[in-house]
């Protein structure tokens, strides 16, 4: 080998080095990444329908971060004759140092119905309209140094509009602070490449860019 090729060798090594160790590093985060999912319950009593789906490979595990949820249904707060389900799509997923702490979410209903009443009297039927509403909230939030709270709040309204016009609000219900409990039920991790494959393949591609470049000097 010739002293003019050496450096040039040397330089290819170190290169090769130098791109294992990044593309070792960044498999060593991404064989980290999955898509969670977590059942949730709030008050204790709620039922295991609950569920949402994040994927955590975006984390960085520095401070707060909120993470989109990719899938999830609440089964809480909907009124009959409205929508089955709260859609948990797009809410959000707080993690702390890449610790999960709760969801940040919130939703609403809403259903009109009218009711037309006859009787047997020669009066003109009674006409109602039942507007009934519902809306809620989780909020999750750091307590002190360690501990944090997820928590729901929401309302439930009914009001009766009558023939007369007249507008009676019949119910009123309110729950505040009501704590939320998330359990992980299964972990899928994210198809990523091995570190050694990327490695492998960075040594390769540049031990043939150096055989290459020594049969072109030769010529």
């Known amino acids: 080998m010739s002293y003019k090729l050496k450096p040039r060798l040397g330089s290819a090594i170190a290169t090769t080095i130098l791109s294992y160790a990044a593309l070792s590093l960044v498999g060593v985060d991404k064989a980290q990444a999955a898509q969670l999912t977590y059942n949730f319950q709030v008050g204790g009593l709620g039922s295991n329908l609950n569920f949402f789906k994040v994927d955590n490979s975006s984390l960085t595990g520095i401070g707060m971060e909120e993470v989109a949820v990719s899938e999830g249904r609440f089964y809480g707060y909907t009124l009959e ?49 039942v507007s009934r509403s519902t809306s809620w909230s989780i909020e999750t939030y750091r307590t002190g140094f360690t501990t944090w709270s997820s928590l729901l709040s929401g309302y439930y309204e009914e009001y009766t509009t009558y023939t007369s016009g007249t507008t009676i609000r019949t119910n009123r219900s309110f729950s505040n602070n009501v704590p939320v409990s998330y359990t992980l039920v299964d972990t899928e991790p994210e198809p990523v490449p091995e570190p050694l494959t990327s490695g492998g393949t960075a040594l390769a591609l540049a031990g043939l860019s150096w055989l290459k470049h020594k049969k072109k000097m030769a010529t």
């Open 81 to 129: 004759g409205g929508k089955e389900y709260n859609n948990l799509a797009g809410k959000s997923a707080l993690f702390y140092e890449g610790v999960f702490r709760g969801l940040n979410a919130s939703g609403a209903d809403n259903v009109i119905r009218d009711i037309i009443i006859t009787t047997d009297a020669p009066l003109e039927p009674l006409y109602l309209k």
